[in-house]
């Protein structure tokens, strides 16, 4: 059975891995009712039960640890990890925390904290890793916005190139929206971007926008009369109790939608065929047990030029604040980080979204005005 670790970096990061553990839990608990370690749950959890070795097949589950490193440069969601209802999946030493922050500041992220810290994130990595029968990918979780997820996350995607190449490195990105509150968050995002073109084997973007207008959607879904339409109010898309803390926070509901995400792109097999030159154009993965809450579920993820919309707005974001060299001082001040790395990443960015651009024809041309995700009622 294959394994993956996953590596949550940042306030972001952190907050929807933890939803994530604790829906896997959730899942596996609603099917394997007698608590028996088992090849599912070995694919994100390890046993540490010293008598598991001696025992019988089938012995009872006494101790669950993630296969996870959680990194964050500020203090306040991982001590609240250690306090929570997800305390007995971590050791403290699959934390690594600071009490400073990175000041919303990709340089410091990346270059400061990167250096300091590096040996110590390889190390926790490798001790992850080393527990793995067959380890498969990384999935790494980050925003875009912040100083530690952008900046110390795409660090953290280099180590994993440097120190195990041959394992497949997916990342879950979190955009800001159009109206975040971190002023330089454009900054942060493109130049995290040009870290995400050149050293991840896949990238799933995600726009806080989106995950806004999709909880808007379920929530009046929920008090919906219109047959069929109806969700539960407790089922595990839109709950967030548990996890971090045992009552719901403001974004719970829209980490879930990340952590379902997640969940759902874990046992796929193609099985429909195809013309030779697009084998892999499809893949479907069927499971026989829902969610926990629904009678079924669906994911799409589709590699297409929807995507180059967002992009462009987030380069004309970019663009205002660079030509007015606005808090470009904060940047430069850091060791390592020089003024060039704006215009290259700049440039980086102009250059995917021209690949988009060469992939869709004029009458398909997306605008600014092009709808976002929506989920059909």
Known sequence: MTQSVIIQVGQCGNQVGCRFWDLALREHA???KRGIYDEALSSFFRNVDPRRSGGAPGSRITALKAR???IDMEEGVLSQVLCGPLQQLFSSTQLI???????NNWAV???TYGSVYREQIVDQIRQAAEHCDCLQCFF???????GTGSGLGTCVLRLLEDEFP???RIVTAVYPSAEDDVITSPYNSVLAMRELTEHAHCVLPVENQSLMDIVSKIQLMTHSSKPGSVVKKDCT????KGGVSKSEKPFDAMNNIVANLLLSITRLRPTLSFVPWNQEGWKTGVCSVPPVGHAHSLLALANNTCVRASFTELRERFTRLYRKKAHLHHYVCVEGMEVSGFSEALHSLSDLIEQYDTLTSPSEALTHNAPRLSIAT
Do not use: E, F, K, Q
């Not at 898309?237 to 967030?240: E, F, L, P, Q």
């Open 30 to 32: 609603h099917v394997n």
């Open 68 to 70: 996870a490193v959680l």
């Open 97 to 103: 925390s600071n009490s400073y922050g990175s000041g």
């Open 109 to 111: 992220g990346h270059h």
């Open 140 to 146: 790494l979780i980050h925003s875009m916005g912040g």
């Open 166 to 168: 041959d394992v497949c």
């Open 237 to 240: 898309i839109i709950s967030g």
